[in-house]
């Protein structure tokens, strides 16, 4: 199978003025194409310092161990150059860009990414936002400005879904969602999966699985910047009855 992500021994710090805190610290992963890697953890485990990590945030600087990316080390290249090579991240948190209206950005996007032409490039933006419930007035609006949760979440869902990437890091794309928005953004991430794609799952809940064949799914519980415990799907219905405490008490993953 297709090696698309290996993580080995990872340590990142996060640079804050002159003092460095490292979170990531020694962190061991490995993914392929039409798999879906879902990484759950407690908050301030260090879930989105990983997918900033990956994405070559520069804030998260690697102290040490390597990230691949379909067999190459990227430890150094910049973001543009890892979204070139087929990295994508939907974050979080997305951020509103005043000023930039979503059909101009998407256009741009589609034109020198996909290489779509410019005369087509609006019919092709506009039906794929239809998808993910963007009506073609919508795309008039600036990225995210009075966006709702799930607005924000689906937004990025088009962004990966326009961008074809190869690995798609998604952060939290259930957090604000309602149930509707949630089994549309589960089937997309179905799709991506059919289509071959590496996909990074990062989530609080189990239910974005929802539309996802249970035997694709591979689980990895964080805990302070580590990976402590993988698994198959099993284990997300264990953390929901559990909670972290008392696996990682089980486990002896305190220590
Ligand atoms: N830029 C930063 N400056 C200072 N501390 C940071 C920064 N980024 C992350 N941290 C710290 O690193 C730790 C891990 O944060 P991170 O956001 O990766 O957690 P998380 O697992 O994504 O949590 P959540 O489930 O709440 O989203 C936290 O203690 C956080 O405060
Ligand atoms: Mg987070």
């Not at 290996?6 to 990531?24: F, M």
């Not at 990225?143 to 607005?151: A, M, P, R, T, Y």
């Amino acid at each position: 199978m297709n090696n698309i992500l290996l993580i080995r021994n990872l340590h990142v710090a996060v640079e804050n003025g002159n003092s460095k805190k490292e979170i990531i610290k020694g962190l061991n992963l490995e993914g392929h194409g039409g798999e879906i890697h879902l990484v759950m953890g407690p908050n301030g485990s260090g879930k989105s310092t990983l997918a900033l990590s990956i994405m070559g945030h520069p804030r998260y600087g690697i102290l040490d161990g390597e990230i691949k990316f379909e067999n190459e080390k990227i430890n150094h290249l910049s973001p543009d150059e890892r979204a070139k090579r087929g990295i994508f991240l939907a974050f979080q948190h997305p951020e509103e860009v005043e000023g930039v209206r979503i059909i101009d950005y998407l256009r741009m996007l589609v034109e020198k990414v996909r290489k779509i032409d410019r005369k087509e490039s609006y019919d092709f933006v506009v039906a794929r936002a239809k998808e993910v419930w963007f009506r073609e007035e919508d795309l008039n609006r600036y990225i995210n400005v009075g966006f709702s949760g799930g607005e924000r979440k689906r937004f990025e869902i088009l962004q990966a879904m326009l961008l074809d990437p190869k690995l798609v890091i998604l952060d939290e794309p259930d957090s604000g969602a309602d149930v509707d928005s949630l089994s549309l953004i589960s089937l997309k991430l179905r799709e991506m999966r059919e289509s071959g794609k590496g996909i990074l799952l990062i989530t609080h809940y189990g239910r974005i699985l929802q539309h996802i064949e249970k035997k694709r799914i591979k689980v990895h519980i964080m805990r302070d910047g580590k990976i402590v415990m993988s698994g198959g799907e099993e284990l997300v219905d264990r953390i929901e009855k559990e909670g972290f405490a008392k696996i990682f008490e089980e486990c002896g993953c305190n220590e």
